[in-house]
């Protein structure tokens, strides 16, 4: 995500539309005795680099920081997962780490789609996920935004049934316009349709709103 070097101040991406709500959502024991919070965040700031090196860690192609940054500030709620000391305001602590994070785009009113969601490797199989995206959908559920899709890869169609997401609800299928990137006359880019592949999933409501 490195396009240049900017200074650490406009690294950090701010979102005014959302107040800043903190669940801790797990404890971690290690075993020097040493307690670790991992911290759910709604709103706040993100640091472009340390979003860079999660997206590294869980597998994902390295995107323009310039355009990460407006993709962040553009929606409408962005939530993140920290991995920090019980009082992170101590001189001995550590800085918290970004292990996790999740953003929705929303007309703020009907539809709501969650996008970017991943966990840090090193943190998974621990539900942190699970309560990523649940935390995620309540917050939208107390905006009235009822109607909550994602797009998921095969691997990850029963991580996401399994909180109540419908595959393709009623037949419905997602249809995608985007630029094919075959070269045509004289190297622009041949632009058409496209549609839900068998590797990815359009993911509808199915959540218990009362959750």
């Given at each position: 995500?490195?396009?240049?070097?900017v200074?650490?101040?406009?690294?950090?991406?701010y979102?005014s539309?959302?107040?800043?709500d903190?669940?801790v959502l797990?404890?971690?024991?290690?075993?020097?005795?040493?307690?670790y919070?991992?911290?759910?965040r709604?709103?706040?700031?993100v640091?472009?680099?340390?979003?860079?090196?999660?997206?590294?860690?869980?597998g994902?192609?390295?995107?323009?920081?310039?355009?990460?940054?407006?993709a962040?500030?553009?929606?409408f709620?962005?939530?993140?997962?920290?991995?920090?000391?019980?009082?992170?305001?101590?001189?001995?602590?550590?800085?918290?780490?970004?292990?996790?994070l999740?953003?929705a785009?929303?007309?703020?009113?009907?539809?709501?789609?969650?996008?970017?969601?991943?966990?840090?490797?090193?943190?998974?199989n621990?539900?942190?996920?699970?309560a990523?995206?649940?935390t995620?959908?309540?917050?939208?559920l107390?905006?009235?935004?009822?109607?909550v899709?994602?797009?998921?890869?095969?691997?990850?169609?029963s991580?996401y049934?399994?909180?109540?997401?419908?595959?393709?609800?009623?037949?419905?299928?997602?249809?995608?316009w985007?630029?094919?990137?075959?070269?045509?006359?004289?190297?622009?880019?041949e632009?058409g349709?496209g549609?839900?592949?068998?590797?990815?999933t359009?993911?509808?409501?199915?959540?218990?709103?009362?959750?």
């Amino acid at each position: 995500m490195h396009d240049h070097v900017v200074p650490a101040s406009q690294r950090m991406a701010y979102y005014s539309s959302e107040s800043l709500d903190e669940v801790v959502l797990r404890k971690f024991t290690q075993s020097d005795g040493t307690v670790y919070n991992v911290v759910f965040r709604k709103g706040g700031p993100v640091d472009l680099d340390d979003l860079e090196q999660l997206c590294a860690k869980v597998g994902w192609p390295p995107r323009p920081s310039a355009k990460v940054r407006i993709a962040l500030a553009n929606s409408f709620m962005v939530g993140t997962l920290t991995l920090e000391a019980p009082d992170p305001g101590s001189p001995a602590a550590p800085p918290p780490r970004l292990v996790g994070l999740a953003r929705a785009t929303s007309d703020g009113v009907f539809n709501a789609t969650l996008w970017d969601v991943a966990v840090d490797p090193d943190l998974q199989n621990l539900g942190l996920g699970k309560a990523l995206v649940e935390t995620m959908v309540r917050a939208l559920l107390r905006l009235d935004i009822t109607n909550v899709t994602l797009f998921a890869d095969a691997h990850t169609i029963s991580f996401y049934s399994a909180l109540g997401f419908q595959p393709d609800p009623q037949g419905i299928k997602g249809m995608f316009w985007f630029v094919q990137g075959r070269a045509v006359d004289g190297g622009g880019a041949e632009e058409g349709w496209g549609r839900c592949t068998p590797e990815q999933t359009c993911c509808g409501p199915g959540l218990d709103q009362k959750g």
